[in-house]
């Protein structure tokens, strides 16, 4: 049998004998394969002399006397056999002394993935306080906008959160906090009336009415944002323009003389939402880890492209409809799908806009990629502070080294 697919049968018992798994967003865990591979029809009940093969049926059956059996046994375990377990009575406890072995060859494997993944991913998420400190600078930076555009001192009307805010994938330490702020139509018509780059004039004149409360305000380098510096972390301002066709917008381009660029930033959202449900939850805690790959190492590629990848990836994935027990070996065939994209391209949800990926990451998605592979082959032998290590290189320290 093939090495790899004899980890994973051996991986697949380990978890559902040892480790029952807890699904990531909370629903009932998905129907168990027909085998542990997924990939044959399924099999027949276990007959009497299967069953007596295995040491079943002379004595009721111990789990740890199975793990042995089927360590021992040169096949690959059946589903069927495991759900064999509930064919008998609970065995005595004097029955189930005599049938656990004292010592058995296979010992347990990939004992720290679990708990790792789980305290990293709980590492990644904002604080209630850092929640409250982002919303209250939107606020802020709303109100302002509200009161020179609209006459009001609304802290929400007229905007709304976009980005890793409304996808909730942000993550701590925080990073930006990107906004729209719907402008009246008028002030379209208005700057229809320039002759030059309307669209860098636009985005300077939000910057000056920003500039009046929060002196600390610049335009961004691809000028599309109006940037509010604080000292956490910044308010990114997208001035926008709402469309008829719903769900649609304009915001700025200066690039090549000026123009608006069409965006559907609900679609983003939504298509997020969808490929999280239907891969029990793990393309959210997948991006997060991500980014903190991207901030530690300083990675120059995108978090909406690393998104976009991240997307593409988890459907593909074998282990899509897993937990935390498979984040190892997910980590790692990201970073190998990652290196294969090299000078290609994504797509952008809604608008279906293509955006070239370039190759500067290349070079740090290899190094990352190399030590996962060495981070999963000692989380299989329980090298907990070595795999622990690896995975710092590669996330940082909100990764634990030790669980």
Not at 86 to 108: D, G, K, Q, V
Request: with cysteine; charged share 20%.
């Amino acid at each position: 049998m093939d090495k790899s697919l004899s980890e994973l049968y051996r991986r697949e018992l380990y978890r559902a004998l040892l480790q029952p798994q807890t699904p990531l967003s909370g629903a009932a865990a998905p129907p168990r394969p027909a085998t542990l591979s997924g990939l044959m029809s399924t099999p027949p009940a276990p007959s009497v002399g299967s069953l007596w093969s295995l040491g079943m049926l002379a004595n009721p059956p111990h789990p740890v006397g199975l793990l042995s059996a089927l360590a021992r046994s040169p096949e690959p375990p059946r589903a069927n056999t495991l759900l064999g377990l509930s064919l008998f009575a609970p065995p005595s406890p004097a029955a189930r002394l005599a049938a656990a072995p004292t010592s058995y060859p296979w010992p347990h494997k990939w004992i720290a993935v679990r708990p790792r993944f789980t305290e990293f991913h709980k590492n990644l998420a904002l604080t209630p306080l850092q929640s409250a400190d982002g919303m209250k600078k939107r606020a802020g930076v709303v109100s302002c906008l509200n009161n020179a555009y609209y006459g009001t001192s609304s802290e929400t009307d007229n905007s709304f959160f976009v980005g890793s805010w409304a996808k909730n994938t942000a993550t701590r330490p925080p990073r930006d906090v990107d906004v729209y702020f719907l402008l009246p139509p008028q002030v379209y018509n208005r700057f229809e009336q320039r002759l030059w780059n309307r669209q860098s004039a636009l985005l300077q004149e939000v910057r000056e009415q920003l500039a009046t409360t929060y002196p600390d305000t610049d335009m961004s380098g691809d000028g599309q944002v109006v940037v509010v510096k604080f000292g956490t972390y910044c308010v990114e301002v997208v001035p926008a323009f709402m469309l008829t066709t719903p769900g649609r917008y304009w915001i700025c381009n200066t690039s090549d003389g000026g123009s608006y660029k069409e965006t559907a930033p609900w679609v983003e959202v939504n298509s997020l939402q969808a490929a999280d449900l239907v891969n029990a939850g793990n393309l959210r805690p997948l991006i997060r880890m991500l980014k903190a790959w991207q901030a530690w190492c300083s990675v120059e590629i995108k978090s909406f492209h690393l998104e976009l990848l991240a997307t593409e990836f988890i459907t593909q994935s074998p282990w899509h409809l897993k937990d935390f027990f498979y984040f190892d070996w997910i980590a790692r065939d990201f970073f190998e799908f990652l290196c294969r994209r090299a000078n290609g391209y994504v797509v952008v949800p809604g608008t279906h806009e293509v955006m070239a990926l370039g190759d500067a990451w290349h070079s740090r998605a290899q190094s990352a990629h190399q030590r996962a592979v060495k981070a999963c082959e000692y989380e299989r032998d329980n090298l907990i502070e070595a795999a622990g290590d690896e995975w710092q290189k590669i996330f940082g320290l909100n990764v634990p080294r030790s669980v």
